[in-house]
């Protein structure tokens, strides 16, 4: 008898034209470390009385379908991810392509997403699937990934694939070394890590439905947060914070064959920190960041995504 193994799991995604139906094509096979995705339905346990020590049967609970889905950061498949959490890029250039994500946007699209163990087989298509919120983390080496937070109306499974067969994207994965941190057009230096979160804050609608499933998830105030953790070698950030004026951070990727990720913070405002001496190491400063909307351009962040991709 097959048994399920994570190395023969597959995931495929599509953009719904309708909320919380899977359309009949256009998924593409997209690359995953790992998810959590899925249907969950508590029990309540059952309070009555009168019947001995021995408790009566539970009762079922509301649905749940929701997860995180840990996806590499790569010049091609992640311009779908930034597309859930920012809407449609507005695209320029003949080849190379350039794609700006910006925020702010008040309609964000809904995904199809199927998970697939074909050695069991089970199939399990999540349709009304919408983006809470991505984060990760930049640092000197390991693997570059990101966490994308999901909200989904529904789970399907069945035995066969509803994906068809899903489109491949070339895979060009970003590495840390890539990497680099500006402030204020600068290199931002003695950078020894940092993290980024941008967040939705969707607010699930939920309804007295006979199946149990949400009516839809409605993005509310969106927040870009993170933390930057710096060898304490001057008081530039410490100033910054002690005036309480903001400042632009970007966050960049770029690879030989030219393919770039760029995300820039516009209004990036710095907390006081706790100066810590834990001992005869270097100080570090750690300082927990918040992005607002800059007054001059209209909008909290921006996106760049450079490559071969015509259109997201």
């Known amino acids: 008898m097959a048994r399920a193994q994570g190395a023969r799991a597959q995931m495929a995604l599509a953009f719904e034209t309708v909320y919380g139906t899977p359309p009949v094509g256009g998924f593409t096979r997209m690359p995953f470390a790992s998810t959590t995705l899925g249907a969950e339905q508590p029990l309540l346990g059952n309070e009555l009385l009168g019947f001995g020590r021995d408790p009566l049967a539970p009762i079922k609970d509301a649905v749940a379908v929701d997860g995180d889905v840990v996806v590499p950061i790569d010049a091609q498949g992640f311009g779908i991810w930034l597309k859930a959490a920012f809407g449609a890029p507005t695209t320029t250039g003949i080849g190379p392509y350039t794609h700006e994500f910006r925020s702010g946007g008040w309609s964000l699209p809904s995904m199809s997403i199927e998970t697939a163990m074909p050695e069991v087989p089970r199939y399990a298509m999540y349709s009304g699937c919408m983006l809470d919120q991505l984060s990760w983390q930049v640092q000197r080496s390991g693997l570059l990934t990101a966490t994308a937070k999901l909200v989904a109306q529904g789970e399907t499974v069945g035995t066969l694939t509803s994906a068809g067969t899903p489109t491949d994207l070339a895979l060009q994965r970003f590495g840390h070394f890539n990497g680099a941190v500006s402030r204020d057009g600068a290199t931002l230096g003695n950078l020894a890590s940092a993290e980024i979160t941008y967040a939705n804050n969707l607010d699930r609608i939920e309804t007295i439905r006979a199946d149990g499933k949400i009516e839809g998830a409605d993005p509310s105030i969106a927040a870009l947060t993170g933390r930057i953790e710096v060898r304490f070698a001057d008081s530039t950030l410490v100033s910054q914070a002690l005036n309480g004026d903001p400042c632009e951070i970007s ?62």
């Open 251 to 312: 966050f960049a990727y770029a690879l030989p064959s030219g393919e770039s990720l760029t995300l820039t913070a516009h209004a990036v405002y710095l907390p006081r920190p706790r100066l810590e001496i834990a001992g005869p190491q270097g100080v570090q400063a750690r300082f927990e960041w918040q992005a607002a909307r800059d007054a001059t351009l209209g909008r909290m962040c921006t996106v760049t995504l450079v490559n071969s991709v015509e259109a997201y």
